[in-house]
């Protein structure tokens, strides 16, 4: 996982990220959690008093389910995936009835991907993706909007890109939001202000990627004032969240101070959480930091991963240690490498 995060003082034009979504990135969505009926039960302690017609009509002191407008329900559960739209279409005939549309379009998304990739015993064709998926954007399901989107952009259709990404956006999807916002950053004319509104949004509703990309606007001063402060509080929230670039750039916010109190404990210890999920570049600095401790065999295990990753600098630092090993000690090392494993990630 080669990566240049963090920017050098003469650097700062370098401190770039935006590469844009992949449809597998999808993660975090909204997720539906039906009421339970069980706490609106009234007290029966004073029913003894009161009169018999009020005690008829109970369902007009909490309203009833089935009376929510389909189109306020569809709006609702246009960012649901297909077990929670199963879980919302369960809770009473009439929400099964209007959410019949969204549960058809997951069908239509699910032939779209197969289309994109050709998987499942299709072959690749991306007419018959963006088909499928425009089908299930038609029939509201704002996850086909956003893969149409995809499709649109990586074809050079930006202008249909933007108007699936704002549509998907305005009904609440994170990840639509995410890539609107890049979308105005990228597009002629950029648009700075659109961009931090929706990127801003698309991380308060948790999205680990748009965190991670408000974090780098901030941090560079690209289109709004620099400030670390808040910059190294995103980083924190994807860092948090498994996004592997965060991990590291909030271990050089500790290990410097920029943004929040220097920490070297705490930044030592996400930059090891960034080598052990395939951060090349942490993996490189992890291994110096391990020589300088004294601990040769993790500091080769380290290094040679991050060579492998394209730190070439590391493989000069791995020389030096090796002539300080036995012959035995360094197979293994190599032997370690071969099997290791980087943690799982929302990269």
């Known amino acids: 996982m080669k990566q240049r995060t963090w920017p050098c003082r003469s650097e700062g034009s370098r401190f770039t990220s935006l590469s844009f979504l992949k449809s597998q990135d999808k993660e975090k969505r909204t997720r539906f959690s039906p009421i339970n009926r069980a706490t609106m ?18 369902s007009n002191d909490f309203g009833d389910f089935s009376m929510l407008p389909f189109d306020i329900l569809m709006k609702i559960a246009a960012p649901f995936s297909l077990p929670n739209l199963q879980a919302a279409s ?17 069908l239509f998304l699910r032939w779209g991907k197969k ?3 050709g998987r499942g015993g299709v072959r690749a064709n991306l007419d018959k993706a963006l088909d499928s998926f425009l089908k299930g954007a038609a029939l509201g399901s704002t996850l086909a909007m956003v893969d149409a989107g995809l ?71 690209r289109v709004v004032q620099p400030n670390m402060v808040e910059a ?11 996004y592997v670039r965060a ?34 570049k942490a993996q490189f600095e992890h291994g110096l930091t391990l020589f300088s401790e004294g ?25 030096v240690i090796h002539q300080q090993l036995s012959a035995t000690s360094r197979h293994h090392a190599i032997q370690q490498a071969n099997n290791w494993r980087a943690l799982p990630a929302t990269r």
């Not at 039960?41 to 109970?58: F, G």
């Not at 209007?98 to 058809?104: D, G, Q, S």
């Not at 271990?251 to 052990?276: F, T």
Request: charge should be positive; hydrophobic fraction near 30%.
């Open 115 to 117: 289309f994109k990739h």
């Open 41 to 58: 039960k009234s007290s029966t302690s004073t029913s003894s008093r009161s009169s018999s017609s009020s005690s008829t009509s109970p």
């Open 232 to 242: 190294s509080k995103w980083y924190l929230k994807a860092a948090e969240g498994g």
């Open 247 to 280: 991990m590291y750039n909030i271990s050089r916010c500790y290990l410097v101070g920029e943004g929040l109190h220097q920490n070297r404990k705490l930044g030592s210890k996400w930059m090891k959480r960034a080598a052990d999920h395939g951060h090349s």
């Open 295 to 319: 601990a040769m065999l993790k500091a080769v295990l380290y290094l040679e991963l991050a060579e492998r990753g394209g730190e070439t600098a590391a493989g000069h630092v791995k020389e």
């Open 90 to 106: 369960s809770v009473c005939k009439s929400w099964r009835d209007a959410l019949k549309p969204l549960r058809e379009s997951m």
């Open 151 to 221: 499709v649109y952009w990586e074809t050079g259709d930006k202008e249909k890109a933007v108007s699936l990404y704002r549509r998907a956006a305005e009904l609440g999807d994170a990840v639509g939001q995410c890539n609107l916002g890049i979308s105005y950053l990228q597009v002629e004319p950029t648009n700075p202000k659109e961009a931090i509104k929706w990127l801003k949004q698309s991380a308060e509703n948790g999205y680990v990627r748009a965190q991670y990309q408000l974090a780098l606007c901030l941090h560079q001063g």
